[in-house]
């Protein structure tokens, strides 16, 4: 299998090639030259195989270059019970008759991020021990993508963690998480600004290209190819929790940020997964569902980004939706660059014509809502009341929307994306009740802290980093 840009560049590259890399060379994103189908046999025979094993046939179909014997202990050693909480590592929960959740939060950061983040962590690890490299992943966070993060780096040989966020401005449970990891290849900084300053200094440190290369600076952010292949592994695993046979189709709610978790829908559905609509949720910051309502995607800058009650969907700009256009645009590279690279940074928006919207409705089958505050405490309490199911404020926005969009006779997933542990506040706000925490994570708070904080410095975060690879 190989990777193209969807910008155009032409070069051929394997997995292994773009496992470690950020954007393509032309600014564009990696996408497989082809979908693998799965025809009718595969879904039959992958329908009772156990979770790990079910990633290791899909990751197959994608990944040519690590061998079999070692991609299949890699995701072994990923998709345990120990880690995951439960043997089918993302159990549906029923809410009614053709409603689930699908419980995609039970990793070590309760959140979904660790679906994909742990299966990188063996991957770069196993990766850089082929080469006789060492990474140093540098990374911004307001939340979850710098825990899960964390939690998946801690310990691998060859690989340091430096996590910039912004001081004070996280909740304490999630400060607590990150702050508490005593493993010496991770790094806390806290900042003294927003979390804009932090994803600045990110920014600046890889555009230092000789600092870049001296000292082997990484990421791991979420336009990552390999973070949305391991994505698709759960849409599959969910579809055959929720049917009996392979001619039956289903529709998912996913709460929406950067546009990666539905986007691996959307590859699970390409590559012949029956899934009926993809609906998109966002929160007050409704770049997205302007978008699939309209045609027009316009993103926004930090200053008319909301701060919401579901924080990791408080986004500007969708940066794994170029994926989506792509396909769209039946794969025109040259439109594409059109699109993001010309006309997004001239007149800070572009409009699909009348016959790709068309195309858009007729072949992808996306549907997409928002919510609000209001909306969230509502569906919390009524999730609560009607199903006996304390829920968090992201697959709060999820179930708002798919309440109102499902349709008689196609059963409706809705995606976990968190616990309700790790955004306390709301849900008392809603239930007057503090939601229930996992076991062992009573004194979360109380743990001891590692973290330096420092003012907003580039120069200060890089002498860090040099003083510690
Ligand atoms: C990251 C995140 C999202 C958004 O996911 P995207 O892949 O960015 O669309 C939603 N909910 C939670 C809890 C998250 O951490």
Avoid at 144 to 163: L, N, P
Avoid at 190 to 212: M, P
Avoid at 309 to 315: A, F, G, R
Wanted: glycine letters at 8%; aromatic letters at 8%; charged letters at 20%.
């Amino acid at each position: 299998m190989n990777y193209l840009s969807t910008r155009g560049d032409p070069a051929a590259r394997h997995f292994s090639d773009i496992l470690l890399e950020g954007l393509a060379p032309d600014g564009g994103l990696y996408l497989p030259q082809t979908y693998p189908q799965v025809d009718a046999a595969t879904l039959a025979r992958w329908r009772g195989l156990a979770y790990a094993d079910l990633a290791f046939e899909i990751l197959s179909l994608y990944i040519d270059d690590i061998p079999a014997a070692d991609l299949k202990a890699l995701t072994q050693r990923t998709y345990t019970e120990a880690v995951f909480g439960t043997p089918q590592i993302t159990p549906l929960k029923p809410l009614e008759p053709g409603l689930a959740l699908v419980a995609l939060s039970n990793g070590p950061t309760l959140a979904f991020k660790d679906m994909a983040m742990q299966l990188l962590g063996q991957l770069f690890e196993y990766e850089l021990k082929r080469r006789g490299e060492t990474l140093n992943i540098l990374g911004a966070t307001s939340g979850d993508t710098g825990s899960a993060a964390e939690y998946a780096m801690r310990g691998k040989a060859g690989i340091q963690v430096f996590m910039l966020s912004p001081h004070g401005r996280m909740s304490p449970f999630q400060q607590a998480q990150m702050f508490s990891l005593k493993e010496p290849n991770i790094h806390n900084l806290a900042l003294h600004g927003v979390f804009d300053d932090c994803q600045d200094i990110v920014k600046a440190v890889s555009n230092d290209l000789a600092f870049k290369r001296q000292y082997r600076i990484g990421t791991v952010n979420s336009i990552n190819w390999a973070r949305l292949l391991a994505q698709v592994v759960y849409y599959f695993a969910a579809y055959f929790q929720a049917t009996r046979s392979d001619q039956e189709r289903v529709s998912f709610t996913v709460p929406s940020g950067n546009f990666g978790n539905v986007c691996a829908g959307h590859v699970a559905r390409m590559m012949g997964l029956p899934i009926d609509r993809l609906v998109v949720a966002t929160n007050e910051n409704d770049v997205l569902d302007e978008f699939f309502r309209t045609g027009v995607y316009r993103p926004r800058g930090a200053a008319q980004t909301l701060e919401t009650s579901s924080p990791s969907m408080d986004i500007s700009k969708a940066s794994n939706f170029e994926r989506f256009v792509f396909d769209l645009l039946d794969r025109d590279g040259a439109r594409v660059r059109q699109l993001f690279g010309e006309q997004l940074a001239t007149q800070g928006y572009f409009e699909l014509s009348a016959e790709e919207r068309a195309r858009m409705s007729a072949r992808f089958g996306f549907a997409s809502g928002r919510s609000t505050h209001a909306d969230r405490v509502a569906t919390i309490q009524r999730c609560h009341r009607q199903y006996g199911q304390i829920i968090d404020t992201h697959t709060a926005d999820g179930l708002k929307v798919a309440l109102e969009q499902r349709q008689a006779g196609t059963p409706m997933l809705v995606l976990e994306t968190a616990l309700p542990a790790k955004f306390a506040a709301t849900i008392e706000e809603a239930l007057g009740v503090v939601p229930p925490r996992p076991a062992g994570l009573d004194d979360l708070e109380s743990r001891p802290k590692r973290v330096q904080v420092m003012p907003v410095s580039v120069d200060r975060v890089k002498q860090f980093i040099v003083d510690h690879v």
